[in-house]
């Protein structure tokens, strides 16, 4: 019956995503995400193929629903709840297939069963369910990759390894497999106690946190007050004997290698104070988002963007239709282009694996587990809404995962350090 199954896909989702909700709220409980993330895989496990397609419909409207607010920012309204839908679509399609492919092995099975084993294809169906589960962090619509369901238990008391998190599945399986909890002993085995808090941090890092808004960020009246402002936090931070200061990204919104004043007034406060700022590059044939890197001994590093957003900087779509895009809903604006190579710079002896906003959450950029990682942010474009919450929680994940520590300023967001997962406010 469909309302059922909308029902149960709803309450899923909902279990799925209250870590999210309660971390934006600032009531985020390791015992509630613990609890709610398992009964999130337990239910969705033992559910049937509508349930999964409604499940993966409302996970992806209740994590994503923000992506359709950069469209205010263009004056196209009404093209929200369609975003909003093909977003919910896509990843309810995802679902789909799965739980899909899973019935398909069941019935398989079935024609092969004998009496004595009856119980094999259900057996069949759950774990390929689960390795769909296991699976799904690497599928990444248009190159969106932040849908990972082992990221329900970063604040719980269980780890967000993938063998921790196949643990889970396992244990679930079983259970709902025998219809005995015995099982969910195993997952004592994914318990992973919750590291103390560092409080500590180099107060000799300026990070910078800035509200403008996109609309006043791109108007190029109000440029001379902005930079006035940036200028001003520089001193500042000079008059407080700081060594480094963090500006986020494209703060300077424009060629920054081509405004000689403005690229040397940097040059020359970096001789009191290493700047890192994000800004625009132009190499005379693309255009690039970048980081600008003026240290102290007179040397000025730009590393650019590696992994753009997908249709917000690059469109992944076929040419043909790419340029359709782009000419109806971004007025003919020109794609950006991504560097091949990942960058890293040195300041005070220190190397930072540098990464701007999006790639900061693509896997990519912890290639070699860098000990530590700045990144710029703009998050303008899509507050207020859950999606600072978001990234902050992925940029958790990969501190927890990789061992990095996260130098992270943000505009229209608190900026924050990340040490071992835990999330420090300078």
């Known amino acids: 019956m469909l309302f059922p199954a909308i029902g149960c896909g709803l309450l899923i989702a909902l279990l799925a995503s209250q870590f999210i909700y309660s971390t934006h709220v600032g009531v985020s409980y390791p015992v509630v995400n613990t609890v709610s993330g398992l009964l999130f895989l337990y239910l969705l496990l033992s559910s049937q193929t509508k349930t999964w397609f409604w499940s993966g ?29 093909g977003i919910a679509s896509i990843y309810g399609g995802i679902f789909w297939v799965i739980a899909k492919i899973a019935l398909s092995t069941e019935h398989l099975a079935f024609r092969k069963k004998s009496v004595a084993t009856q119980h094999i294809p259900t057996l069949f169906t759950l774990i390929i369910k689960a390795l769909g589960l296991l699976g799904l962090s690497y599928i990444h619509p248009f190159g969106f990759d932040w849908f990972k369901p082992e990221l329900v238990f970063i604040k719980s008391y269980l780890g967000i390894e993938k063998w921790q998190f196949a643990l889970i599945l396992l244990a679930l399986v079983l259970t709902t497999w025998k219809r005995t909890p015995v099982f969910l002993l195993l997952i004592l085995a994914a318990y992973e106690p919750l590291l103390p808090i560092h409080t500590d941090y180099d107060h000799n890092i300026s990070l910078v946190t800035l509200h403008t808004p996109v609309e006043e960020k791109w108007d190029s ?30 703060v300077f919104p424009v060629f920054l290698n081509h405004q000689k004043k403005l690229f040397d007034a940097l040059h020359e406060r970096a001789e009191k104070i290493n700047i890192v700022t994000g800004a625009l590059y132009w190499d005379g044939e693309t255009p690039r988002n970048a980081t600008y890197v003026f240290t102290r001994d007179g040397r000025v590093t730009v590393a650019n963007k590696v992994v753009l957003v997908p249709f917000g900087e690059a469109n992944p779509l076929p040419d043909f239709l790419s340029d359709w895009v782009n000419k109806v809903f971004y007025d003919n604006a020109v794609d950006y282009q991504a560097s091949t190579h990942i960058a890293d710079y040195t300041i005070e002896g220190q190397q930072y694996r540098n990464a701007i906003c999006f790639e900061a959450t693509s896997e990519r950029l912890y290639e070699g587990a860098p000990k530590q990682m700045i990144i710029l942010s703009n998050n303008g474009w899509f507050t207020p809404s859950t999606e600072p919450t978001l990234q902050q929680l992925l940029l958790q994940y990969y501190s927890r995962k990789y061992g990095t520590t996260i130098y992270h300023a943000v505009n229209m967001a608190p900026s924050y350090i990340i040490r071992q997962g835990s999330v420090i406010y300078p």
């Open 57 to 85: 419909f409302f996970i992806g409207l209740f994590w994503f629903w923000w992506i359709g607010l950069s469209f205010v920012h263009y004056h196209m309204v009404w093209a929200i709840p369609l975003v909003e839908l």
């Open 221 to 250: 009246s109000r440029h001379q007050r902005q930079f006035s402002h940036l200028f001003q936090q520089i001193d500042d931070a000079i008059e407080q004997n700081r060594t480094t200061i963090i500006l986020p990204e494209s």
